[in-house]
């Protein structure tokens, strides 16, 4: 079996912990800590919160597509949203923005859980959102198109 790897050993340079406040876009919130902190290449490793909307995607089965897959139409969850737990990668994109890839699981007034990736300028935080973010050195991440898998995707570098 050959398999292909993108790999590279980092170490943790610091961990930020923020709340991002009520009213606030969650991966604009993110973005503003990171670009506050001088942030470029990092991970989230806790989130926490409420959303008052939530936004995101799933994969969903596509036979056109490279890898059978594609992501599904924006589902749109009201809230109140409790948010149980959240992931991400930061980094950049190819113009050197930065770029948060943010996945998730809610639940909602009647318990129902839903996850996925998150849709950014469409989660306002509801009370709070809890974040810690782990900064990496030594290893660039960057967000490009993937030829392979027609995703655009973090290379790491």
Do not use: W
Request: overall charge negative; some cysteine; aromatic content about 6%.
């Amino acid at each position: 079996m050959n398999v292909k790897k993108n790999v590279k050993i980092s170490e943790i340079t610091r961990t930020v912990s923020g709340r991002i406040t009520r009213g606030t876009d969650l991966i604009t919130g993110i973005k503003e800590i990171c670009e506050e902190y001088g942030i470029k290449h990092g991970y989230i490793g806790m989130l926490i919160g409420s959303l008052d909307v939530g936004t995101f995607v799933y994969a969903v089965k596509d036979d056109s597509s490279k890898v059978n897959i594609k992501y599904s139409d924006n589902v749109v969850v009201d809230g109140p949203l409790e948010l149980l737990c959240a992931q991400g990668t930061i980094g950049l994109d190819e113009s050197g923005e930065l770029s948060v890839h943010l996945h998730m699981l809610v639940c909602d007034r009647h318990m129902r859980v839903y996850g996925g990736h998150f849709v950014e300028e469409e989660n306002p935080i509801a009370v709070t959102g809890e974040i810690v973010i782990h900064e990496i050195g030594d290893t660039d991440l960057i967000r490009k198109f993937d030829e392979e898998t027609g995703f655009t995707l973090f290379q790491i570098v």
